[in-house]
């Protein structure tokens, strides 16, 4: 017993029922309890989370009491202090045996929960920066592409509507309705422009002071007007949402955006809600940027009743182009543009979602400090 109340890791012994026969000096430490209240009781229902503890007895303990050559002799998991704080061990395990009869198990234990927060927060800042490199990339070369696109459309509608004209002069219907045709191409296309202009960070903002609140009940009448009747759109606004600094018309585009990626995540059936309310907001991160999110924000909930998206979507849908859609509905810019109008506001988005169950977008303005 002196020789194990010297070692700085927990050791522990359990008998063939999980009780505990032994525990030196670092681990009733670690666990906040005294050794008489330790020895004699037992281990899982004294020690390991509730919703661990089945788990552990049948996969590990009683696995290992069987002599079963395939029992863990490497584990981690948590333990519970007395005063209920969570931490993580890394067990050393090994059969305690008496005339080849095994008797229980003996385990050496190290706490890492430190260091695996340690490694979760690197892994997390190696993300982040991945992510920003990639949209600085994909940002530039955007940019570029923008500026030289607008020139050639610039002179596509030009000389288009140049044509128009001459054709209308002409009574040549057909080339009348051909031109037509090339000039809406044109458009679309130029609306494309805009919208990689805005993940790209280069159009201009006209930032002034709204209410949230006006701004979404006005954009209502315009969503009934362009989504599918099979949706059903309901909002849910309080009055004392206070007023943030945006782009109007940025953020008209990204209830748009928003709006027409959750009727089509429904198969254009079903609800679709807008939530506005106030949020404090500390530690959590941007599904978007990677970027930490924390202080006051207005918050815009953007729900559906669509068929979600497993975990390792919301990683992808905010890059340029990307779409699960058939090429011929859409180029996969909406969520792109609602990054950058997003981040030009200082703001942040969050994702919730799971298959089958529906999908929240959260866009996140910065509450103006008076």
């Not at 061990?89 to 008496?98: E, F, G, K, T, Y």
């Not at 679309?188 to 002034?208: E, G, H, P, W, Y």
């Not at 009747?229 to 782009?247: E, R, Y």
Request: with cysteine.
């Amino acid at each position: 017993q002196s020789y194990l109340d010297t070692v700085d890791v927990m050791i522990l012994a359990l008998d063939t029922r999980g009780t505990i026969i032994e525990i030196n000096r670092a681990g009733c430490e670690l666990l906040g309890y005294q050794e008489e209240e330790l020895i004699g009781s037992n281990w899982f229902d004294t020690c390991i989370p509730e919703e661990q503890q089945q788990k552990l007895k049948q996969d590990v303990h009683l696995t290992s009491m069987k002599g079963d050559e395939h029992a863990e002799s490497y584990l981690e998991n948590e333990v519970v202090t007395r005063n209920g704080e969570r931490r993580l061990i890394a067990w050393h395990n090994s059969q305690l045996r008496d005339n080849d009869q095994i008797v229980g198990t003996i385990s050496a234990g190290t706490d890492v929960t430190d260091i695996r927060r340690a490694e979760r927060e690197r892994e997390q800042l190696q993300l982040q920066l991945l992510r920003r490199q990639k949209t600085e990339a994909i940002g530039q070369l955007s940019a570029g592409v923008a500026h030289n696109f607008n020139n050639m459309f610039a002179s596509i509608i030009g000389f288009s509507g140049l044509a128009k004209k001459k054709a209308a002069m002409y009574h040549d219907d057909d080339l009348d309705r051909y031109i037509a045709e090339v000039l809406n191409s044109s458009y679309r296309a130029r609306d494309l422009v805009k919208q990689i202009q805005s993940f790209s960070r280069t159009s201009a903002v006209n930032m002034q002071p709204h209410k949230l609140t006006d701004i979404l009940l006005h954009s209502m009448e315009f969503l009934e007007s362009v989504l599918p009747s099979g949706m059903d759109i309901k909002t849910v606004a309080g009055d004392s949402v206070p007023p943030v600094l945006l782009d109007e018309n940025q953020l008209k585009q990204v209830i748009l955006n928003l709006a027409t990626n959750a009727s089509e995540a429904s198969d254009g059936r079903g609800t679709i809600t807008l939530r506005l309310h106030q949020e404090s907001m500390q530690g959590q991160l941007c599904s978007s940027c990677g970027e930490g999110i924390a202080g006051d924000y207005v918050v815009l909930d953007v729900e559906d009743s669509g068929a979600g998206m497993d975990e390792e979507m919301p990683g992808k849908i905010f890059d340029p182009f990307f779409s699960t859609k058939d090429a011929s509905q859409g180029a996969g810019m909406g969520l792109a543009t609602v990054h950058g109008i997003m981040h030009d506001h200082h703001g942040h988005i969050q994702i919730e979602s799971q298959p089958g169950k529906g999908t929240i977008v959260s866009v996140y303005f910065p509450v103006e400090q008076p």
